[in-house]
C-alpha cells in the first residue's frame, strides 16, 4: 500500500498530505534496515523505485532545524543516525552516518560519511575520508579506503545505485559512480576512476576485452590510459584496466594479500 500511495504522490503532489505518513514510515523502515533501495534476487540487483522517491518527498516534507551535537551546530533537513551502540556499529569521530541510511551490526566507519539511503554491510570498513553516495549499496567484509567517493544517485528514481558487492577493496581514492557496478571480491588499486563510460579493459588475454559500468568477480583493476585522437592530436583518456584475477580463497585476507603484492597494486 505504501509503495502505490508513493508513486501516485511522486506523480501528482497534490497527494502528498495523504501520503505523509507512508513517507515516514517508508524512511524508518530504511533506516533500521527492515527495506532497502536494492537487493540482489538471484543473479541480478532490483531497484525499488518507490523507495527512492519516498526519499525525496522525504526532502519535500522534512523541515530545516538546528541540529547541535557537542560544540558543532548544523543546519539541515535531514537528522544524523541514533542507536549506533545498540545496532553494534562503531562510528568514530567525526564520522557522519545519515538518518535513512542503514549500517549493519559490525560495520566500521572512521571520519567518512554515510548519506541517506545508502546500506553498508556487516565487517566493512568506511575509512577516513571515504564518501558512500545517497542509495550507494556496499555489500560486507568490503574495505572502503581513504577517500574513496562512491557517488550517490537519487534521480531519476529509477536508476540503479552504486553496487559494491562482498568481499571488495576499493583502494585509496578512488572514485565509482553513475550506478557502476563493481561484483564481489574485487579489487580497486588507487585512484580507479569508474563512470558509467569508462572503459573497463580486460587485458589479460591475447587481445583487450571492453567492457563498461561493470567490474566482474575477482577482477584486479588498475588504473590506465587509451589513445584518442582529438583536433589537436592525439591524446591519452582515462580508462580501468583489469590485469589480473584474485585466487578464490578460504581466507581472504590472504588472498587479498597475494593480489596486492603479486601486481604490484597501489592502495
Request: glycine share 10%.
Amino acid at each position: 500500500m505504501n509503495a502505490e500511495l508513493i508513486s501516485a504522490a511522486f506523480a501528482d503532489r497534490l497527494l502528498l498530505p495523504q501520503a505523509r505518513e507512508a513517507i515516514l514510515e517508508t524512511l524508518e523502515a530504511l533506516d533500521q534496515g527492515r527495506i532497502r533501495v536494492a537487493e540482489k534476487v538471484g543473479e541480478d540487483w532490483v531497484v525499488h523505485t518507490w523507495i527512492k522517491q519516498a526519499i525525496l518527498l522525504y526532502f519535500t516534507i522534512a523541515r530545516m532545524e538546528v541540529l547541535e551535537v557537542g560544540p558543532f551546530e548544523f543546519h539541515d533537513k535531514i537528522p544524523l543516525k541514533k542507536g549506533l551502540a545498540e545496532a553494534g556499529v562503531r562510528v568514530v569521530p567525526p564520522g557522519v552516518a545519515r538518518y535513512g541510511s542503514f549500517l549493519e551490526p559490525g560495520a566500521i566507519l572512521m571520519p567518512g560519511y554515510v548519506n541517506i539511503g545508502a546500506r553498508v554491510g556487516q565487517g566493512t570498513m568506511v575509512d577516513t575520508w571515504a564518501t558512500v553516495g545517497s542509495c550507494a549499496q556496499v555489500g560486507r567484509h568490503v574495505h572502503l579506503s581513504g577517500g574513496v567517493g562512491l557517488g550517490g544517485v537519487l534521480e531519476p528514481a529509477s536508476a540503479r545505485p552504486v553496487i559494491v558487492e562482498d568481499g571488495a577493496f576499493i583502494g585509496s581514492r578512488c572514485i565509482v559512480v553513475e550506478g557502476v557496478h563493481v561484483e564481489e571480491e574485487a579489487v580497486l588499486g588507487a585512484n580507479v576512476v569508474l563512470t558509467a563510460s569508462t572503459p573497463i579493459v580486460d587485458v589479460t588475454g591475447t587481445e583487450p576485452v571492453i567492457r563498461k559500468g561493470r567490474v566482474l568477480a575477482r577482477s584486479v583493476v588498475i588504473p590506465g590510459t587509451l589513445p584518442k585522437r582529438f583536433p589537436a592530436g592525439e591524446f591519452g583518456v582515462p580508462c580501468a584496466l583489469v590485469i589480473g584475477q584474485r585466487k578464490a580463497s578460504t581466507d581472504l585476507k590472504t588472498s587479498l594479500n597475494e593480489v596486492l603484492r603479486e601486481f604490484a597494486v597501489p592502495v
